[in-house]
């Protein structure tokens, strides 16, 4: 049975710049498409991708990514803000990966991209009023 | 040409007043000289958003039958000082609540604390009390549980010992770990720079040197009124000064205080510090008079003439070394970059400059409305020596 997922993967720091991704077509024949890429404040690799393969491959492929230390998250869950509750601060600014979140410097409010989120969550605990919401 | 505060507070009533907000003064002065803009403007209205720990409120119960003598007691199960008489209590806001696995798990999520309390007090919603005492004679209850409300309470008040501080440092983090500070999320090796102040719009860097700002000034207080008490703890005037009086490292602070009906859950905001603890944002506008040209040009202050430090979490300001990494200005801080050692690091805010101007914006709108107007110091706030002088940084 063929099957499609999206799925988040958090690199530990010293896995980042090691190919493991490109083993999953190699030795799983599993298809991938990168839908994002960035470097965590942590220094961890997020890499967002949409993959393709037989299921059995798919969950040997996930195995073999789980053993090299890397997390895998499905990207079912969406990433809101409660926009009554941003007080505007800016406190998210500074670990936003992909600049989902920004503040225009002339209103000095800050705008959240729904688009450009990686669903990496290192905003929801380091929002102080707590805006940044996870939705299943 | 000198005005006095009787004389503002006459065309405040008339509806006359010309009142402007501390971004809007800097252009006036441009545009028009400080003379003139000092003649025309009566007064500056400033503002200033941001977690405050050192905040909390006294609230009186009231006796429940028989009357009791708390001497513990909970609010959604946040415990609060019961210290003092019979049915007072001060909830603080950075009080954690008793179930809350802290820093246990780090980084702790310091989900629901004091500030958090307040919020909903404000907001509001009933809060549950629990509490419990030895009994005495005149006072035999020995529990107490219920549902509490602003409304159902005697008397609340905002009671902030350490509010608007004059200036702050800009924390950085020199090691190779994540730290989880009051100041934010510090990433490793200069990741990134967090400040917290309004800048030109923050209400002590306007009044650099005391000289209205005093014991009694009536003020935007959470949404609703309050007053300054006096100085705040923690108050350092001694500190070395730009030309125009602003201090170049953390000073001042107020004292605040302020009946809690009437703020609102928008301008006391419970936060959550991550790995760190629960505190209070709170919202404070303070009007200026406009008496001479003097206040004025303190008033007409920019981001650019206002200098903080940078100072380091990971070993400076834990060890209390005093040691300052660099200076930087507030123009380069909400440019959202700065150069700290040859390198390009990113700035992010905990106090809210958006926020701030919306203060600052309202406080003028209850001045010109006629509904708000200028208290006569009681007495001026202690301010040493070195503020007269004209030390540049
Ligand atoms: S989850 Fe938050 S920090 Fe992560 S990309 Fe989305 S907005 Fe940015
Ligand atoms: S940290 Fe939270 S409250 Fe602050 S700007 Fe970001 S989303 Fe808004």
Redesign the interface.
Same mark, same amino acid.
């Not at chain 2, 209205?45 to 119960?61: D, E, H, R, V, Y």
């Not at chain 2, 005495?136 to 602003?150: A, M, N, V």
């Given at each position: 049975m063929m099957v499609r997922h999206k799925i988040v993967l958090h690199f530990p720091h010293e896995q980042v710049g090691k190919p493991v991704v490109s083993k999953l077509v190699r030795d799983f024949d599993i298809d991938f498409n990168i839908l994002k890429a960035s470097i965590t404040p942590r220094e961890e690799g997020i890499l967002v991708l949409e993959v393709t393969g037989e299921q059995k491959n798919y969950l040997k492929g996930l195995e073999y990514l789980e053993s090299c230390g890397i997390k895998i998250q499905p990207l079912s869950q969406d990433i809101k803000r409660d926009e009554a509750k941003c007080t505007h601060c800016g406190a998210c600014i500074a670990v936003c990966p992909t600049e989902a979140l920004t503040i225009d410097r002339a209103t000095m409010e800050v705008s959240f991209d729904d688009d450009e989120c990686a669903a990496c969550e290192l905003c929801i605990k380091v929002c102080p009023p707590r805006a940044m919401e996870v939705h299943y | 040409m000198a005005k006095t505060i009787a004389e503002i507070n006459e065309k405040i009533k008339k509806g006359e007043a010309v009142v402007v907000t501390a971004e809007e003064i800097i252009d006036l002065v441009d545009q028009k000289g400080l003379e003139e803009a000092a003649r025309e403007v009566d007064v500056i209205t400033t503002g200033t958003?941001?977690?405050m720990c050192s905040s909390g409120a006294f609230i009186n119960l009231g006796h429940p039958q028989p009357r009791i003598k708390i001497s513990r007691a909970w609010l959604n199960d946040v415990p609060v000082f019961s210290g003092i008489a019979a049915v007072d209590i001060y909830i603080g806001a950075t009080e954690m609540a008793e179930y809350d696995p802290l820093n246990e798990v780090y980084?702790g &999520?310091f !989900?629901y604390g004091g500030g958090h309390v307040i919020e909903d007090l404000v907001a509001g919603k009933k809060v549950y009390l629990r509490a419990d005492s030895y009994g005495t004679d005149c006072y035999p209850g020995r529990q107490w549980e219920t549902e509490i409300s602003l409304d159902s309470v005697k008397e609340a008040w905002l009671y902030n010992p350490r509010n608007a501080y004059q200036n702050y440092n800009v924390a950085v983090n020199l090691s190779d770990r +994540?730290l989880y500070t009051y100041m &934010? +999320?510090l /990433?490793?090796q200069l &990741? !990134?720079a967090?400040y917290c102040s309004a800048g030109q719009l923050s209400p002590l860097f306007n009044d650099p040197l005391f000289k209205t700002i005093g014991m009694g000034t009536r003020i935007f207080l959470g949404g609703g009124i309050g007053y300054v008490v006096g100085h705040g703890t923690q108050h350092n005037t001694g500190t070395a000064r730009t030309q125009t009086g602003a201090p170049i490292r953390p000073s001042g602070t107020l004292d605040l205080s302020g009946e809690l009906r009437g703020m609102s859950p928008r301008w006391l905001? &419970? *936060? $959550?510090? +991550?790995g760190y603890g629960a505190?209070l #944002?709170v919202g404070i506008g303070i009007p200026i008079p406009a008496l001479n040209e003097e206040v004025v040009k303190a008033a007409a202050v920019r981001d650019e003439d206002l200098i903080a430090p940078i100072v380091d979490y990971s070993l400076d300001y834990p060890q209390g070394t005093g040691k300052v990494l660099g200076e930087v200005d507030y123009a380069q801080l909400? =440019?959202?970059r700065i150069e700290i050692d040859g390198k390009e690091v990113?700035t #992010? #805010?905990? $106090? =809210? *400059? =958006? /926020?701030a /101007?919306e203060i600052a914006g309202v406080l003028k709108d209850w001045i010109r409305s006629g509904d708000f107007t200028l208290t006569q110091p009681v007495d001026l706030l202690p301010c040493e020596a070195r503020c007269d002088s004209e030390e540049v940084s």
């Amino acid at each position: 049975m063929m099957v499609r997922h999206k799925i988040v993967l958090h690199f530990p720091h010293e896995q980042v710049g090691k190919p493991v991704v490109s083993k999953l077509v190699r030795d799983f024949d599993i298809d991938f498409n990168i839908l994002k890429a960035s470097i965590t404040p942590r220094e961890e690799g997020i890499l967002v991708l949409e993959v393709t393969g037989e299921q059995k491959n798919y969950l040997k492929g996930l195995e073999y990514l789980e053993s090299c230390g890397i997390k895998i998250q499905p990207l079912s869950q969406d990433i809101k803000r409660d926009e009554a509750k941003c007080t505007h601060c800016g406190a998210c600014i500074a670990v936003c990966p992909t600049e989902a979140l920004t503040i225009d410097r002339a209103t000095m409010e800050v705008s959240f991209d729904d688009d450009e989120c990686a669903a990496c969550e290192l905003c929801i605990k380091v929002c102080p009023p707590r805006a940044m919401e996870v939705h299943y | 040409m000198a005005k006095t505060i009787a004389e503002i507070n006459e065309k405040i009533k008339k509806g006359e007043a010309v009142v402007v907000t501390a971004e809007e003064i800097i252009d006036l002065v441009d545009q028009k000289g400080l003379e003139e803009a000092a003649r025309e403007v009566d007064v500056i209205t400033t503002g200033t958003f941001g977690p405050m720990c050192s905040s909390g409120a006294f609230i009186n119960l009231g006796h429940p039958q028989p009357r009791i003598k708390i001497s513990r007691a909970w609010l959604n199960d946040v415990p609060v000082f019961s210290g003092i008489a019979a049915v007072d209590i001060y909830i603080g806001a950075t009080e954690m609540a008793e179930y809350d696995p802290l820093n246990e798990v780090y980084p702790g &999520g310091f !989900n629901y604390g004091g500030g958090h309390v307040i919020e909903d007090l404000v907001a509001g919603k009933k809060v549950y009390l629990r509490a419990d005492s030895y009994g005495t004679d005149c006072y035999p209850g020995r529990q107490w549980e219920t549902e509490i409300s602003l409304d159902s309470v005697k008397e609340a008040w905002l009671y902030n010992p350490r509010n608007a501080y004059q200036n702050y440092n800009v924390a950085v983090n020199l090691s190779d770990r +994540v730290l989880y500070t009051y100041m &934010g +999320v510090l /990433r490793p090796q200069l &990741g !990134n720079a967090n400040y917290c102040s309004a800048g030109q719009l923050s209400p002590l860097f306007n009044d650099p040197l005391f000289k209205t700002i005093g014991m009694g000034t009536r003020i935007f207080l959470g949404g609703g009124i309050g007053y300054v008490v006096g100085h705040g703890t923690q108050h350092n005037t001694g500190t070395a000064r730009t030309q125009t009086g602003a201090p170049i490292r953390p000073s001042g602070t107020l004292d605040l205080s302020g009946e809690l009906r009437g703020m609102s859950p928008r301008w006391l905001t &419970g *936060y $959550s510090m +991550v790995g760190y603890g629960a505190s209070l #944002a709170v919202g404070i506008g303070i009007p200026i008079p406009a008496l001479n040209e003097e206040v004025v040009k303190a008033a007409a202050v920019r981001d650019e003439d206002l200098i903080a430090p940078i100072v380091d979490y990971s070993l400076d300001y834990p060890q209390g070394t005093g040691k300052v990494l660099g200076e930087v200005d507030y123009a380069q801080l909400k =440019s959202g970059r700065i150069e700290i050692d040859g390198k390009e690091v990113m700035t #992010a #805010a905990l $106090s =809210s *400059y =958006s /926020r701030a /101007r919306e203060i600052a914006g309202v406080l003028k709108d209850w001045i010109r409305s006629g509904d708000f107007t200028l208290t006569q110091p009681v007495d001026l706030l202690p301010c040493e020596a070195r503020c007269d002088s004209e030390e540049v940084s």
